[in-house]
C-alpha cells in the first residue's frame, strides 16, 4: 500500500527538460519544495536554493559536510550503553545574500511587477541560472541575471555572477552583497525526522576583518570546538560611475556598491564564497586559507569556473546518464519528465557525494538539517551501488570513511557488550548519535551492509589493495561482532541464531531472527573468512600485519565459518514463505482499511507499541534481501514472499518503492514494477512524501539508478559474474545506461526486441546474457534477441492519498 501520489507541479510552470529543471514564474505555493530542489552543492559545500535576495524564504540553509555540533542526548531514565552525545549539522554563514535597490526601492520577489522570470538548474553546466525583467513603480524595466555555482573542482568555493542592466531609463543602483549568521535554529516541531533546536546560539565569534572587497569571518562551534572560516570577494565592472564601501562584524558583512546607472549598460557583479573547516585547526588558520582560496578565484576568473564545471560534470555524464525512450501513446506515459526526473536524481547524488572526502553521504545530502546530517546505512546499500559502476574513486572514498572511524566501531561494541566492531546507526564523527535503541543501535545489520557493499566495490573494482589493507581489517571486526552476538540454539538444532535485532522494516523492531539480518550477516561472515584464509595463504607478509592490527588467531576463522553454514533462516512450510523474523505471523495484521490516509506516516500518529505488535512494514526487508541475495530464493519463493509482504507495506519509508519495483520485474508484474517504479524517480520532483521541502532524499535517488539498472535492465552482480535478463515494461521502448567495471567502460542498450552490448573502453569483459555467455571486446557491439517476459497480473497497487494530486 502507498499513502500518497506523487503531487507534479503544474507543468506550464514546471516545464519537463531533459537537461534542467525549470520554473517559468516565480510560484510560492512551492517555495521550500524549490528551495531543496534548486539546491547546489559538491559534497563538501551545499546550498538551499534560496533567492539572492534572502527573501522570501522558507528554510534557508548552507551546510558543510561533516561540521557539526554536539550536545548530550537526555534519557528520563538512562540505562547502560546508551549514546550519550547527539551531533547536529550546523547551518553556516549564509554568504549567498545580494540585495539589489533601484531608486531606493527595494526588489522584493512578492511585491514586484516582473515581465519576465525563469530559474533553471542546469546539469549540465552545474548552475543555479534566473533571469528576471522587473518594472519598478516608476515604470523603469531592470534586468536581472544571476548564475551561481559551487564548484566541483574547487572543493571550498562558490560563486554568484549577478548582472544588472537598466533597460529604459537611468536611476540610481545600490547592490548589497553580504554574509550573515543566524544564530536561531528551526525545531523539529514533533517530527523525529528533523534537526533538533538548539536554546543557545552554536556558533561562537573568533575573528573578523575586512579588506578592501574582501570579508572573513570566522567561528568556533561551542560544544565540539570544530572552527570554520567564511570568506566573501567580488569583482565589479561597469562602465558607469559607482563607489564602495565595505563593513564588517562579529556575524555579519556587507559589501555595497552604489552605481548611477545608464540605459543599456551593464554592471557586472561576481561574488567568491568560500568555506574552509576543521576538528583542529585554529581559526586564524582557516581564515588565511579562505583568504588564498578567493585570491586565487579573482585571479582565474568566473569564466574559468564555469568552463571546468561544465567539464567536470561532462566526464560524470558520460560515465553515469541513463537514457530511456518512451512510448508515447501508452496510456501511462509522462513525456520528457521521467528522464528529466532521472537525470535530476542522479545530479542530486553526485552534488551529495562528489567531494565528500574524509565524510560520508548524508540521507538529505547537503539540502536541509533533516536526520541531523547523520549518515546511515543506506549510504551503502542505495547510493554507493550508483558510485561503484559510474564513479568508484567516489565509492571508494565512502568506504575509506568507514574504515576511518573502524576505532570507534571497536569502541561502540564493547559499550554494548560484544566483540570486535559495531559501526554507528547514524553518525556524523564516529560514534552513535541514536537515541532510541529499538531503532537504531538494534540494527545490527549496519556492518554487514557495510561489508556487502566493500565487497561489491572490490568485485566490481577489482581494488584488492584496498581489501587487504583496509577492508580486511573490518571484515575481521565485523565478523567478531556477529559471532558474538549470536549463539548456537539447541532449540533450533543446533543453527546459529541471532536475537535482539531489528532489520530494515523499523515498524518491527527487538525481534529474534530477523532473515534479512541473518542472511546478510552469514554474507559478511563468509567473505571475512575467505579474505582472511585468501591473504593467510597467498600474502604471508599482510596477513602478519593483520595479526598485529586485530591479534587474529586463525581458530577464529572457523569459528566464522560454523556459524555461517549453521546460520539459521526462518521459514513458514504451510505458507512457503520466509518469516520476516520469528513470530511475525503471530501478530495481528494491521487495519489498514480503517487506516485514513492522514494517518500515514504511522510512526508519527501512533506509539511504537502499537505498530511493534501488528504485522505492518515500514519498507521493504525480506524483499530488499531477495534483491541484495537473490541466489539465496528460488524464483516460486520470491513470488511468494513478494505476494505475502507487498500488501503489509505502507511506503513509510521512501526506501522502499524502488526494491519492491525491481522484485516485481524480476518476479513479472511488470504493471506493478512500472507503478513503483514512477513512486520511485518522482519522490522529490513529484514529493511522493510529502516532505521534499525538508530535503533531497538521497537514498531513494540510488533507488531510482537500480530500479532502471537492476529492475529493468535486469542487472544481477553475484560473487563478481554479472549477468543480465532485461525486463522493460511496455511504456519504455528503450533504455540505455553505462557501467565501469574494473577500469572498463560498457554501454547496454535495450528496447522490446534486443539488448545490445558495447565495451567502449578497455579490452575485454565476459558477462551473461538471460543464461548465456557473452565475451566483449573493445569497440565490438554484440546484440542479442530478449526472451519474451512472461507478465503475470501482481494485483493493483492500493493507494491512499490525503493530499492534493
Not at 585547526?281 to 578565484?297: I, N, W, Y
Not at 501512533?606 to 524483499?623: C, G, M, N
Request: negative net charge; charged residues 20%; contains cysteine.
Amino acid at each position: 500500500m502507498l499513502q500518497c501520489k506523487p503531487v507534479n507541479p503544474p507543468r506550464y510552470i514546471y516545464p519537463p527538460e531533459p537537461w534542467r529543471w525549470v520554473e517559468k514564474q516565480f510560484y510560492p505555493r512551492f517555495l521550500e519544495q524549490m528551495e531543496t530542489l534548486f539546491s547546489t552543492g559538491n559534497g563538501y559545500l551545499g546550498m538551499r536554493g534560496v533567492f539572492e535576495e534572502g527573501a522570501p524564504v522558507g528554510q534557508n540553509g548552507t551546510f558543510i559536510n561533516g561540521f557539526y555540533e554536539t550536545w548530550p542526548i537526555v534519557y528520563a531514565e538512562e540505562a547502560y550503553g546508551f549514546a550519550k552525545t547527539g551531533q547536529t549539522i550546523v547551518n553556516v554563514t549564509d554568504s549567498k545574500i545580494i540585495k539589489l535597490y533601484v531608486d531606493d526601492e527595494p526588489f522584493y520577489l512578492p511585491t514586484a511587477n516582473l515581465l519576465g522570470f525563469e530559474r533553471s538548474l542546469d546539469m549540465q553546466a552545474g548552475t543555479l541560472d534566473r533571469n528576471i525583467l522587473w518594472e519598478t513603480p516608476s515604470g523603469k524595466q531592470v534586468s536581472i541575471r544571476s548564475r551561481r555555482l559551487v564548484s566541483f573542482v574547487h572543493r571550498h568555493l562558490a560563486a554568484i555572477s549577478y548582472e544588472v542592466t537598466l533597460i529604459n531609463a537611468q536611476a540610481p543602483v545600490v547592490i548589497s552583497s553580504e554574509m550573515h549568521y543566524d544564530p536561531t535554529v528551526r525545531a523539529s516541531e514533533g517530527d523525529p525526522r528533523l534537526a533538533k533546536g538548539f536554546k543557545e546560539r552554536v556558533l561562537l565569534p573568533q575573528q573578523h576583518y575586512v579588506k578592501d572587497r574582501r570579508i572573513i569571518l570566522g567561528h568556533i562551534t561551542k560544544n565540539s570546538h570544530m572552527t570554520l572560516a567564511c570568506g566573501i570577494d567580488h569583482w565589479f565592472e561597469t562602465q558607469c560611475s559607482y563607489s564602495y564601501d565595505s563593513e564588517c562584524s562579529e556575524d555579519d558583512g556587507k559589501v555595497v556598491f552604489c552605481v548611477d546607472a545608464q540605459p543599456g549598460i551593464p554592471i557586472r557583479l561576481v561574488k567568491y564564497i568560500t568555506y574552509h573547516t576543521s576538528d583542529h585547526s585554529p581559526t586564524k588558520e582557516l581564515c588565511s586559507q579562505a583568504g588564498r582560496t578567493l585570491e586565487r578565484a579573482i585571479v582565474n576568473g568566473f569564466d574559468e569556473l564555469l568552463a571546468s564545471q561544465r567539464q567536470y560534470l561532462n566526464d560524470f555524464w558520460i560515465n553515469s546518464d541513463i537514457q530511456i525512450e518512451d512510448d508515447p501513446n501508452h496510456p501511462d506515459v509522462l513525456p520528457d519528465l521521467m528522464q528529466q526526473a532521472i537525470r535530476f536524481n542522479l545530479f542530486q547524488i553526485f552534488q551529495a557525494s562528489a567531494r565528500a572526502e574524509g565524510c560520508g553521504v548524508a540521507a538529505k545530502g547537503l539540502t536541509s538539517q533533516a536526520y541531523e546530517g547523520h549518515y546511515f546505512w543506506d549510504m551503502e546499500i542505495y547510493v554507493l551501488p550508483f558510485l561503484i559502476y559510474t564513479d568508484p574513486h567516489i565509492a571508494k572514498n565512502l568506504l575509506r570513511f568507514r574504515y576511518s572511524i573502524l576505532d570507534k566501531a571497536r569502541q561502540r561494541s564493547q559499550s554494548v557488550s560484544q566483540k570486535g566492531a559495531l559501526f554507528p546507526w547514524r553518525t556524523i564523527d564516529g560514534e552513535e548519535a541514536s537515541a532510541y535503541y529499538a531503532a537504531g543501535t538494534a540494527q545490527y545489520h549496519i556492518d554487514a551492509d557495510i561489508m556487502y557493499a566493500l565487497k561489491k566495490y572490490v568485485e566490481a573494482t577489482g581494488d584488492k589493495e584496498f581489501l587487504f589493507k583496509e577492508g580486511v581489517e573490518m571484515l575481521v571486526e565485523t565478523a567478531r561482532m556477529w559471532y558474538s552476538l549470536g549463539f548456537f540454539s539447541e532449540r533450533a538444532g543446533g543453527q546459529f541464531c541471532i536475537h535482539g535485532v531489528t532489520g530494515p522494516d523499523e515498524y518491527n523492531t527487538v525481534v529474534n531472527n530477523n532473515t534479512y539480518t541473518n542472511l546478510m550477516a552469514r554474507e559478511n561472515l563468509w567473505y571475512a573468512a575467505k579474505t582472511v584464509e585468501t591473504l593467510h595463504e597467498q600474502y604471508p607478509e599482510l596477513f602478519n600485519v593483520l595479526v598485529d592490527k586485530t591479534n587474529l588467531e586463525l581458530s577464529e576463522v572457523e569459528n566464522w565459518k560454523k556459524a555461517a553454514d549453521k546460520i539459521y533462516l526462518p521459514f513458514d512450510e504451510k505458507l512457503g514463505i520466509h518469516l520476516q523474523n520469528d513470530g511475525f505471523l503471530d501478530d495481528e495484521v494491521w487495519d489498514f482499511e480503517n487506516t485514513p490516509a492522514s494517518q500515514y506516516p504511522l510512526l508519527l500518529h501512533f506509539h511504537p507499541l502499537v505498530i511493534y505488535r501488528h504485522q505492518v512494514i515500514k519498507q521493504a526487508d525480506i524483499v530488499l534481501a531477495m534483491l541484495l541475495l537473490g541466489h539465496e530464493f528460488s524464483l516460486e519463493q520470491k513470488r511468494r514472499n513478494f505476494d505475502y509482504y507487498d500488501p503489509l507495506t505502507t511506503g513509510d519509508s521512501s526506501l522502499s518503492v524502488c526494491i519492491q519495483s525491481i522484485i516485481a520485474a524480476e518476479i513479472g508484474y511488470m504493471s506493478k514494477a512500472i507503478a513503483y517504479a514512477k513512486y520511485a524517480i518522482l519522490m522529490d520532483l513529484g514529493d511522493v512524501a510529502g516532505n521534499a521541502k525538508d530535503g533531497c532524499h538521497i537514498a531513494a535517488m540510488g533507488g531510482t539508478w537500480m530500479v532502471l539498472v537492476y529492475g529493468f535492465g535486469g542487472l544481477r552482480d553475484c560473487n563478481g559474474r554479472l549477468s543480465f535478463d532485461p525486463r522493460l515494461p511496455k511504456v519504455i521502448k528503450r533504455l540505455q545506461f553505462p557501467l565501469t567495471i574494473r577500469g572498463q567502460r560498457l554501454e547496454v542498450n535495450i528496447d522490446d526486441k534486443s539488448a545490445t552490448y558495447l565495451l567502449k573502453q578497455g579490452t575485454e569483459l565476459a558477462i551473461a546474457h538471460q543464461g548465456e555467455d557473452i565475451h566483449l571486446s573493445v569497440g565490438i557491439p554484440v546484440s542479442v534477441e530478449l526472451k519474451p517476459v512472461l507478465e503475470l497480473e501482481g494485483g493493483p497497487i492500493e493507494t491512499k492519498c490525503a493530499c492534493e494530486e
